[in-house]
């Protein structure tokens, strides 16, 4: 690997302004120790409205983006970083602003012929809500919120208006999704290939956010427990939703699979890198300590459309 960095001022970002903010100070902190191990020289960056100023102020020859969640995550950050002239670590704008918007993601894929369970978008503050993609149960969602943060599952009709309202606190637009029953899956990519897909086992109704980011709370199984002509499926459809978005450097895609058939739920552009997130414990089964990934995602850093014209 040719480290174009290890002699570079490198500055984690993390926290941000999001509900995930939590979850990316510990992403940070983690990636910013691996770093550090391997003797890069890291400034540990607060993200906040006075980001343009403190990155000025620094002067950093690469950024690594952990943050997670909106103006991180969504292509604002990016910008940000594209008019300072930084490189930085994952997909360039529109990939993120897409990624980050379940509907344009799934309008995407659905263009694309990849499958994804069957959708409406709502106004949380509508009295009526329209025609309902599928029966009961339905997944109800923020539309651009990660973390499981505001999801529920909706099992009968007189629970769906307070799911609404409750994703609603969260976004202008709420997602009612058909639900998939079945195994729930992600596959980590890495330079547009699939590393592996690792299975999801929550010990509870589904992966809520407590119950992603509390140890012992969910069980793992890598590779995940399919047929290898399911399992192909699932890492050639991963794969194609993250051509599909515009690429970049990794992301992480959830799935859920019913009988032998896959389907999409989203992408993570920027997803965690915390000591219980799932990409490193896929990278982990195909060699790549926690450091070995840290570095392959730092050493991928770009400046996006400026960079393709040098």
């Known amino acids: 690997m040719i480290r174009r960095f290890r002699s570079k001022r490198v500055a984690v970002l993390l926290g941000g302004l999001s509900a995930e903010r939590e979850i990316s100070v510990r992403s940070g902190k983690a990636v910013a120790a691996a770093l550090r191990a391997r003797g890069y020289r890291v400034t540990e960056v607060r993200t906040g409205r006075d980001l343009c100023a403190r990155l000025a102020r620094l002067a950093p020859a690469v950024a690594f983006n952990a943050l997670h969640g909106r103006y991180g995550e969504d292509g604002a950050v990016q910008g940000v970083l594209e008019l300072l002239a930084i490189p930085y670590t994952g997909p360039g704008v529109l990939t993120s602003a897409l990624a980050m918007d379940k509907?344009?993601?799934?309008?995407?894929?659905?263009?694309?012929?990849?499958?994804?369970?069957?959708?409406?978008?709502?106004?949380?503050?509508a009295r009526r809500l329209p025609p309902l993609p599928a029966g009961l149960p339905l997944v109800v969602k923020p539309n651009s919120e990660g973390s499981s943060v505001g999801v529920s599952i909706v099992?009968?009709?007189?629970?769906?208006?307070?799911?609404?309202?409750?994703?609603?606190?969260?976004?202008?637009?709420?997602i009612i999704e058909e639900y998939v029953p079945g195994k729930e899956v992600t596959v980590g990519i890495l330079d547009g290939r699939a590393l592996g897909a690792l299975e999801v086992v929550a010990k509870g109704e589904f992966h809520s956010y407590d119950v992603k980011y509390t140890a012992g709370?969910?069980?793992?199984?890598?590779?995940?427990?399919?047929?290898?002509?399911?399992?192909?499926?699932?890492?050639?459809?991963?794969?194609?939703?993250?051509?599909?978005?515009?690429?970049g450097a990794y992301s992480r895609v959830d799935l859920r699979v019913h009988g032998r058939?896959?389907?999409l739920i989203e992408l993570n552009s920027l997803p965690g890198l915390t000591t219980l997130s799932y990409l490193p414990l896929i990278a982990k089964h195909v060699g790549m300590d926690f450091g070995d990934l840290c570095e392959a995602i730092l050493e991928r850093a770009t400046l996006g459309i400026q960079e393709s014209r040098r």
């Open 103 to 125: 509907t344009m993601a799934k309008s995407v894929w659905r263009s694309q012929g990849l499958a994804t369970p069957r959708w409406i978008v709502v106004d949380p503050k």
């Open 155 to 174: 099992r009968t009709r007189r629970a769906l208006p307070a799911a609404v309202r409750h994703a609603g606190r969260s976004d202008r637009r709420v």
């Open 217 to 247: 709370r969910e069980e793992f199984f890598m590779p995940a427990r399919l047929p290898a002509a399911v399992a192909e499926r699932v890492l050639a459809l991963a794969t194609a939703a993250h051509a599909a978005l515009g690429g």
């Open 261 to 263: 058939r896959p389907y």
